[in-house]
């Protein structure tokens, strides 16, 4: 089946610094994929939609220069926090369209921001 | 805007027993809807989905059929498995071939021995 991975898996920085998070699709070309967060005990919340070649587009209240999302080709988009502090710590999850409008996610990305 | 609503939980129950998470949801038209499973350190994975008012999705035991006149996507199984603890979420995807998908805040189960 189609696999989206992420990496890292887990990372912890320090208030102030940035963080990239990237989204792969591993055995299919993706030209949509999108990001979610999501908070303890919380659903997952869209943050954006990424499209290959193109700026994504943020859901409401998503400040998108705090949240740059790059989707640089067909298999590959990155999220990169900028400037973070600990109320950006979250679970950040991409899902990946497979065609169909079928969705693949990844496994996730834990951000402790210290 | 839409919105799926889903039982809160955990749930634990005993291996074999009947599994009953509800869920609603608001939206206009006719959405299509969907139900995922995150098993532990893995992405979410759908699970079934229903795209009709009346379809039931069905996958490895689990059921749940679209109710348009209650709108509600209940996920049903007979008898679950340990195998079967997972978080379940509630989706629904807007009419109209939009991409985006909103979540229910999702179900833990645990199913013990």
């Known amino acids: 089946g189609a696999v989206v991975s992420q990496h890292p898996s887990w990372v912890i920085c320090k208030s102030g610094t940035s963080v990239k998070i990237e989204c792969r699709s591993l055995?299919?070309?993706?030209?949509?994929m999108f990001w979610y967060r999501q908070f303890p005990k919380q659903s997952l919340m869209l943050m954006a939609t990424s499209n290959e070649g193109s700026k994504a587009t943020y859901e409401q209240g998503v400040e998108k220069d705090k949240f740059l999302i790059n989707h640089a080709s067909l298999t590959l988009s990155t999220l990169t926090v900028t400037s973070a502090h600990p109320e950006d710590s979250s679970f950040y999850i991409c899902s990946a369209n497979g065609g169909s409008y079928e969705q693949y996610f990844g496994p996730g990305t834990r951000l402790t921001v210290t | 805007g839409d919105s799926v609503t889903q039982m809160e939980g955990p749930v634990t129950l005993s291996e074999e027993a009947f599994l009953t998470i509800n869920c609603t949801y608001t939206?206009?038209?006719?959405?299509?809807l969907f139900w995922y499973v995150q098993y532990p350190g893995e992405g979410l994975q759908l699970l079934l989905k229903?795209?009709?008012?009346?379809d039931k999705g069905s996958n490895k035991g689990f059921e749940a059929t679209y109710r348009k006149e209650t709108t509600s996507f209940h996920l049903e199984k007979g008898s679950v498995q340990v195998s079967d603890s997972a978080v379940y979420f509630c989706a629904l995807r807007g009419q109209g071939g939009s991409e985006k998908l909103v979540f229910g805040k999702g179900t833990k189960l645990t199913v013990n021995p």
């Open positions: 229903a795209t009709k008012a009346d």
């Open positions: 939206a206009t038209g006719y959405p299509s």
């Open positions: 055995d299919f070309q993706a030209t949509t």
